[in-house]
């Protein structure tokens, strides 16, 4: 490190919003996927499944987002 300069700090608020942002970008990815995949009604429906535990994930973590 250079003198005077402090290691970065990551923060709980740091960790969530990461947290939040990939799992946004899960439930874009898997409803993408139920769209393109039209040959395998169990593969579709396995990722809309997905979709829609990952948005309840989301939420949870906007929702922790929120009262930081």
């Given at each position: 490190l ?7 700090q990551?923060t709980n ?13 899960l ?7 139920t769209h ?16 829609e ?9 906007l ?6």
């Amino acid at each position: 490190l250079h003198a005077g300069l402090r290691p970065l700090q990551i923060t709980n608020r740091d960790r969530v919003l990461r947290a939040w942002q990939n799992s946004t970008e899960l439930v874009r990815d898997y409803q993408g996927y139920t769209h393109e995949i039209t040959s395998d009604k169990k593969l579709t429906e396995m990722f809309a499944q997905f979709a829609e535990d990952e948005a309840l994930h989301a939420a949870s973590l906007l929702e922790v987002l929120r009262e930081m």
